[in-house]
């Protein structure tokens, strides 16, 4: 139970609240800013003390320790290895940093941040029953908001997504991103049963991300995600900072080689009424290629879905085979299968094509050897 379960015809799936009688219409309206989400599938973090910025910098993926009052980014936590193990939302308030995370993350997330004090001025709590709105800002919904401010700075956390980030890369190929109209954002909301409607659902909010290839840890992470298979360095990884966990990888794999997975986009044939779910096959063939993580209804677009697929998987129309079904999937690519090897890295001659240089004692007066 949420503080949102009270809102008028609110239907719940699980954890979430699904939708509110209608989603398509509920995308419309979230889509051109009229309408609010409750977000019971994330969970607020206060990370706070006088050492939280530059802590934080020094461990994850993100430039952090310059952010200013109000500011937003995103941030990975990676292993060793490189591989992704915790995501978040990023605003700092000038004395708190707060993250965002889903809600499947945040316990873990809590408890490794707090394995990493040691003696950094800093704590970290979970505010598990703050209440969380998002929206798409620009319209009658930002209006209809009051954003908590403990400090001073109202809590609205601006995704990154929507462009490339101060040391971030794209790897995605397109003339214009679907993100580039991705005004996502969270709020932090004091008093939840106050906000009037419209409202919308998980639905119609997971619908938007999809059309708009954002990756998220619920659904595009698994145990062997590097943040360059999804284009996460778009928006969650600077790549001039200093060293961090998995830093190496990152590099390594941006600068020499390829991701051994690529995020695709499929567009579905919308004849059977069966929509793939997270898990489903991905198939060239009879041989899998891939698996979906994430499958929508779209307003305009009908069925849609993300998939990590193998590098090598063809570039061409694929097959989602869901519930016994298979449904044709029209590919378009997000990271290209050469992604990688972008930087201009200097290479050594081989040691064998070099020429000998001449010993001078070994010369006569007139040159002969």
């Not at 966990?245 to 941006?254: I, L, M, N, P």
């Not at 069925?303 to 378009?332: F, K, T, Y």
């Amino acid at each position: 139970m949420s503080v949102f379960d009270e809102l008028a015809g609110a239907v719940r799936d699980g954890d979430v609240i699904a939708h509110f009688g209608n989603p398509i219409i509920e995308q419309r309206e979230l889509a051109h800013g009229e309408a609010l989400v409750p977000l019971t599938d994330r969970v607020l973090v206060e990370v706070a003390g006088e050492d939280r910025l530059g802590w934080l910098d020094s461990f994850t993926s993100q430039s952090v320790a310059g952010l200013a009052p109000g500011e937003s980014t995103e941030l990975l936590i990676l292993d060793p290895q490189g591989r992704v193990e915790h995501a978040a939302g990023v605003l700092e308030d000038g004395s708190s940093v707060w993250l965002i995370a889903d809600a499947g993350d945040a316990e873990k997330l809590v408890a490794w941040l707090q394995r990493m004090v040691f003696r950094a001025r800093v704590t970290v709590t979970m505010r598990a029953d703050a209440a969380l709105v998002g929206l798409f800002t620009g319209g009658d919904a930002e209006a209809r908001i009051t954003a908590s401010a403990p400090h001073g700075v109202p809590l609205l956390w601006r995704d990154p997504w929507r462009e490339v980030q101060p040391g971030g890369h794209q790897y995605a190929v397109t003339a214009g991103h679907p993100a580039a109209d991705y005004t996502w954002s969270v709020a932090v909301v004091d008093e939840a049963s106050t906000l009037t409607g419209p409202f919308a659902g998980a639905l119609a909010a997971e619908a938007l991300r999809v059309a708009a290839w954002r990756p998220r840890w619920s659904h595009e992470v698994d145990e062997r995600t590097i943040p360059h298979e999804s284009d996460w360095i778009r928006s969650a990884v600077h790549l001039n900072k200093g060293c961090y966990r998995g830093q190496e990888t990152v590099a390594k794999v941006h600068n020499l080689g390829h991701p051994p997975r690529r995020l695709a986009a499929l567009h579905l044939d919308g004849s059977d009424v069966v929509l793939p779910v997270p898990g489903d096959p991905v198939l060239s063939g009879e041989n899998e290629v891939g698996r979906i993580t994430s499958a929508a209804l779209h307003h305009e677009d009908g069925p849609i879905a993300l998939a990590i697929l193998s590098r090598r998987a063809p570039v061409g129309d694929l097959v989602v085979r869901s519930e016994g079904v298979d449904i044709a999937a029209a590919q378009q690519v997000i990271v290209p299968a050469d992604a990688g090897a972008t930087a201009d890295v200097p290479r050594l001659t081989r040691l064998s094509r070099r020429p000998v240089a001449e010993d001078p004692r070994t010369r006569t007066d007139d040159g002969a050897r």
